[in-house]
C-alpha cells in the first residue's frame, strides 16, 4: 500500500502560488514524530526544504524558502500541505513528503533524509512564464 497520495503540482509562472497535498493512507499522520518536504532538481541531490514536528511545534526551512513556504498539517483529513507562494524560476523540482522519526525539528534540516519512515511518490513543479 502507497503510504501517501500526493498532488497539486503543476505549472506556474514566476510569483505564483501552489499548495502541494499529501493524503496519508493506512496510517494515522498525527502519530508521527514530524512531517517534512523535500525536493530533488534535475542533476541535483534531494535536499530538505521544511520540517515540522507534531512533538514540540519546532519548524525549519530552507533558507531560500523561508517566508514563502509554509508545511502544515490537517489531523482531520489526515493530510500534510506545501503552501508555496511567490515561486521563482529556482524552485522547480519534483517534491516529495514524507513523515520523520525526530521529535524536534531544531537542527534537522541537513538531516531529515536520514530519518524518513514513509516517503511520498513525488509531485512535479514547474515554474515557467
Known amino acids: 500500500q502507497v503510504p501517501f497520495v500526493e498532488s497539486g503540482g503543476g505549472l506556474v509562472q514566476p510569483g505564483g502560488s501552489l499548495r502541494l497535498s499529501c493524503a496519508a493512507s493506512g496510517f494515522t499522520l498525527e502519530n508521527s514524530y514530524s512531517i517534512g518536504w523535500f525536493r530533488q532538481a534535475p542533476g541535483k541531490e534531494r535536499e530538505g526544504v521544511s520540517c515540522l514536528s507534531l512533538r514540540d511545534g519546532s519548524t525549519e526551512s530552507e533558507d531560500s524558502v523561508k517566508g514563502r513556504f509554509t508545511i502544515s498539517r490537517d489531523n482531520a483529513k489526515n493530510t500534510m500541505f506545501l503552501q508555496m507562494n511567490s515561486l521563482k524560476p529556482e524552485d522547480p523540482a519534483v517534491y516529495y513528503c514524507?513523515?520523520?522519526?525526530?521529535?524536534?525539528?531544531?537542527?534537522?534540516?541537513?538531516?531529515?533524509?536520514?530519518?524518513?519512515?514513509?516517503w511520498g511518490q513525488g509531485t512535479q513543479v514547474t515554474v515557467s512564464s
Open positions: 514524507a513523515t520523520l522519526f525526530a521529535r524536534s525539528c531544531n537542527g534537522m534540516l541537513a538531516h531529515m533524509g536520514r530519518v524518513v519512515d514513509y
